[in-house]
Each structure stands twice: as structure tokens, then as C-alpha cells.
């Protein structure tokens, strides 16, 4: 049995001091031993959030880092300062990361094998735009995205990886996929994890829907075989991220 694991990506909202008032609002909302429940903060709010959440069920990703352990990368984060500060998740390959700041299959793989090395859990996200869906690549493309970002990844660090597939197409559009949408692909990201490594680890991954889940359709997605929690963006800053953590 796969333990579900719920994750809010806050993007690029809320200063620390916001940020610690949502913490405490939905400290008692998210609630719910049978869900791993992620907060991914701005890199500026990663360390209050830590020590607000310590006497929580909550724990902290990043939505970002560097590949590199440290150096002359200006405006990067190291992986060694998200572990020193009690980080214990990052999304990477985030598909605003790969359309705005360039990042591609190759670099999603580095920061993958980097944050594994680190002990850091990655959230890899992969994702089709709408053309691409209408083209009937969908498929192909994710099943690319996957082998790449775990390239080199060794099979028990890869049971630990958490997978987000978000359709470019329904993230901060109001636009969901439908659960069978969203679980046919899920299913195929499965099954390209049972090719690349086999039936043992398939099983284990996790592997998330994320694209407009909400207080209202998360129950249904979140009751596909091959889903198993969710990377929210938009409903994870308000009130609403309770009742999708508590979704059943
Ligand atoms: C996201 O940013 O990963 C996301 C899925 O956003 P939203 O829930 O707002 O569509």
C-alpha cells in the first residue's frame, strides 16, 4: 500500500510573515495521519516554515535547487542548505521552471541525482501542453521525461521518488483533467517505472495528479488506482487545502 502524499506548491506567494499566518491557519485544517502532507514555500520563508511546522504532520519542500554543491552560481540554492535547515522534499522539473527559466529533461536529471545524494525526496514533475495532448504525443513525451529525469537513478533511491504529472494545459487554469485523463497517463508513468526498473519498484513510487485539484475534485481524482495524492498549486493557499488533504 502506497501512502498518499498531498503537496501545496505556494509558487511565488506569500512573504515570510504571510507565510507564517497561512501556516498557522491550516496547521489544524491539514490534519490527516493517513496523508504525507508537503508545504513547498519560497526559498525565504523555508526556515520559519520549518520551525512552524516541527510540533505538525507537515514537512517542508523547496520548489527549486541547484545541481552543484556550491560555487559562483549567483541567485542559486545548494541542496546542502535545504538539508541543514530541515528541508526534506524539492519539485523539480516544475513546468514553469522548464518554460520560464529554460530548465530541460538533461538539467531536471542532474538536480534529480543531486538531490537524491543529499537525501533530499525530489518531486519530478512532467507534463504535456495542450498541442502536445491534441497531437497524441502525450504518451511519448511523458514517457521520455521520466526516463531522463531518472537516468542513473538507482533502484532503491527510485522507490522514494515522487512523481507529479500535471498537464501544463490544467495547471492555474480552472481546467482539470478528467480523473481518466489524469489516470491513464498516471498508469503509463507506472508502467515506464516497472520497464526502467521492475515490478517492485512500480509499486512504490508515488505518483502525484496536479492541475486545478481542488476542495471539489480531489476525492475523485485521488480514488484512481494509479494516483496517489496530489501537487496543488493554487488551493493549497487557502482554507480550501484542508479539505483536499482530508479529500475522502
Ligand atoms: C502547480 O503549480 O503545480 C499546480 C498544479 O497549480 P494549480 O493547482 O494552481 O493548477
Redesign the pocket.
Known sequence: MRKMIIAG?W?MNKTPREALALIEELKPLVKNDDVDVVFCTPYVSLVLAVEATKDSNIEIGAQNMYYEEKGAYTGEIAPNMLTEIGVKYVVLG?SERREYFGETNEIVNKKVLKAIEHGLIPIICCGETLEQREQGITVDLIRTQIKVALKDVAKEDAKNVVLAY?PIW???TGKTATSQQAEEVCAAIRQVVKEVYDEEVANAVRIQY????NAGNAKELFAMEDIDGG?????SLKADFGKVVNYK
Open positions: 506548491n509558487k516544475h500535471e490544467a495547471i492555474g496536479g492541475g486545478s485539484v501537487l496543488v498549486g493554487g488551493a
